[in-house]
């Protein structure tokens, strides 16, 4: 990177750093993206893990989980865990399910899941 560049990277925010970062990094799947998606149709996407949370819904546990692709997010729940080994902040994973919006979210529950490099 020439100083051209360095004094680009100086000026430009975080988030639009991330923003370009995640967009170049799935750039090579062929998944829809997370600002694509279609509600109640079955889809392939992948993303970086930015939140994990455990939260109980109806008194059974759940782990919640926000991906992001760069170009929007998604929230995706795993009912009856406290935990799922290989989850952790800043892993890519490539989710398999139906989404759904919930208030102002766009939410996939159980879907099948797998970790990427």
């Given at each position: 990177?020439?100083?051209?560049?360095?004094?680009?990277?100086?000026?430009?925010?975080?988030?639009?750093?991330?923003?370009?970062?995640?967009?170049?990094?799935?750039?090579?799947?062929?998944?829809?993206?997370?600002?694509?998606?279609?509600?109640?149709?079955?889809t392939?996407?992948?993303?970086?893990?930015?939140?994990?949370?455990?939260k109980p819904?109806?008194?059974?546990?759940?782990?919640?989980?926000?991906?992001?692709?760069?170009?929007?997010?998604?929230?995706?729940?795993?009912?009856?865990?406290?935990?799922?080994?290989?989850?952790?902040?800043?892993?890519?994973?490539?989710?398999?399910?139906?989404?759904?919006?919930?208030?102002?979210?766009?939410?996939?529950?159980?879907?099948?899941?797998?970790?990427?490099?």
């Open positions: 990177m020439g100083l051209r560049g360095f004094g680009k990277r100086l000026s430009t925010d975080k988030k639009e750093i991330d923003t370009e970062r995640l967009c170049k990094r799935f750039d090579k799947f062929d998944f829809t993206r997370l600002g694509e998606l279609q509600c109640r149709t079955r392939k996407v992948a993303g970086e893990i930015k939140r994990i949370r455990i819904r109806s008194g059974i546990p759940s782990v919640e989980i926000v991906i992001n692709d760069g170009t929007g997010e998604a929230t995706v729940v795993f009912s009856g865990r406290r935990n799922i080994p290989g989850i952790d902040h800043g892993r890519c994973l490539m989710i398999d399910g139906v989404p759904h919006r919930d208030r102002d979210r766009i939410v996939m529950l159980n879907p099948a899941y797998t970790l990427l490099g």
